[in-house]
């Protein structure tokens, strides 16, 4: 099948074309730039694939938790080439997909992107199977649903920085993870394939992104509105 993937959830967006089993990509590290960057990547990764947006089978992103704005730049660029050629359009949890490679990991697995300082959006998997919603807490808060003696595997962007901080709060955990954290690209065409051949549907015009927490726009607004 031919595609587009966009993974927008964190400041280092991945763009992929695939075209049958070839994968063209690229990625951007380059935090509030995205939007200078997102359209021309689209265009070179299709073009280095070799396809037209009339070619695209379905479009597919991370559809959150994650940044505010890399998410809402993602969702809008797949729903524009809806627009124009009827490409359906998937959203995929974003800790689905960076847990998604780990599926049959004895281990449970923890996927994490950095929200704040110490705190992390996060889920728990055990293969491949989601044990509760995502969520957004201090990272010693989620250090308290794991089990000491157990071994839990962290995966997703903010991997190397969860486990770094367990090792200084509970050296004595069996906190792990592999590095360097890569892109979900391919996760996302492979969970949007089967959701396909499972029969799932798109997206709809008025579906948006996952959000966990609110934005600090939202935030400063309530703030403003409970002072008066």
């Known amino acids: 099948m031919n595609a587009l993937a966009i993974d927008c959830a964190v400041s280092k967006m991945t763009v992929a074309a ?4 070839n994968i063209v990509k690229v990625t951007y590290d380059i935090g509030i ?3 200078e960057k997102l359209l021309p990547a689209i265009d070179f ?5 070799g396809l037209t947006p009339a070619e695209l089978d ?4 991370t559809l959150g938790p994650g940044t505010f704005t890399g998410l809402r730049l993602g969702l809008s660029a797949l729903k524009a080439l809806n ?11 974003s800790l689905d997909a960076y847990a998604h490679p780990y599926s049959t990991a004895v281990e449970t697995v923890l996927s994490v992107i950095e929200a704040k300082e110490d705190e992390f959006f996060y889920a728990f998997y055990l ?3 989601k044990l509760r919603e995502e969520e957004d807490k201090e990272i010693e808060e989620i250090l308290k649903q794991i089990d000491a003696e157990s071994c839990v595997m962290v995966c997703g962007p903010g991997a190397k920085t969860f486990t770094d901080r367990t090792s200084e709060i509970t050296p004595l955990y069996s906190v792990h993870s592999f ?5 979900c690209t391919e996760s996302l065409f492979e969970m949007t394939e089967k959701m396909i051949a499972d029969k799932i549907s798109p997206m709809e015009d008025y579906d948006g992104p996952l ?6 726009a939202e935030i400063v607004l309530e703030q403003k509105q409970a002072g008066k």
């Open 127 to 129: 293969r491949g199977e």
């Open 211 to 216: 959000y966990v927490r609110k934005s600090e």
């Open 45 to 49: 990764v299709m073009k280095e694939a």
């Open 83 to 93: 627009l124009a050629n009827g490409t359906p359009v998937y959203g995929i949890p």
């Open 58 to 61: 379905y479009t597919c992103t």
């Open 18 to 21: 695939k075209k049958d089993k």
């Open 179 to 183: 590095n360097p954290q890569g892109d």
């Open 33 to 35: 730039k995205q939007s």
